[in-house]
């Protein structure tokens, strides 16, 4: 008698059903891990960055890194420099951080100094120099109220 290998058509086909079901229930579940990371992410890098311009205006007679009229590049020379107490290249203070953190959710680490408010999509941050304020600049909107969901962060 001859024994055929193999599966039949069936087998395959219950299996293939088994492994849709499984994804329609397990991907939803990974795409909401991805956002609390990215969430917990930029969470973290605004928490660090806020603590470290604190710093900044602490050591430097409470000036902040950027005034109006200047630029994302002077906010990001004084935070990731050494600097007089001017805030001038130097050696008295600083580097405050390594690098400017990539925004998770545009993948931008550049900073837009003032403007409009925050969530414009721009950049990946915004500095405003009136109020010290560093917020998120990305305009991911996941309740779709009208409102970017991370300038409040």
């Not at 205006?57 to 000036?63: D, M, R, S």
């Not at 990001?76 to 690098?99: K, L, N, V, W």
């Not at 925004?103 to 100094?113: A, E």
Request: proline share 6%.
């Amino acid at each position: 008698m001859k024994t055929e290998n193999g599966f039949t058509l069936m087998e395959i086909l219950v299996v293939v059903v088994l492994l849709g079901i499984l994804a329609v229930i397990v991907v939803p579940q990974f795409s909401s891990a991805t956002m609390q990371a990215q969430v917990s992410a930029l969470r973290k890098d605004l928490q660090t960055v806020r603590k470290q311009i604190e710093l900044y205006e602490q050591q430097h007679n409470e000036n902040r890194p950027a005034a109006t009229g200047e630029t994302g590049n002077d906010f990001e020379q004084r935070m990731t420099t050494q600097t007089d107490a001017d805030g001038a290249p130097g050696t008295d203070y600083g580097p405050y951080i390594e690098r400017m953190p990539t925004n998770p959710f545009n993948n931008l680490d550049t900073v837009r100094v003032g403007g409009a408010p925050a969530g414009i999509n721009a950049q990946g941050w915004r500095f405003d120099p009136a109020t010290g304020q560093f917020q998120a600049d990305d305009g991911y909107d996941g309740d779709s109220d009208g409102v970017p969901d991370h300038a409040a962060f």
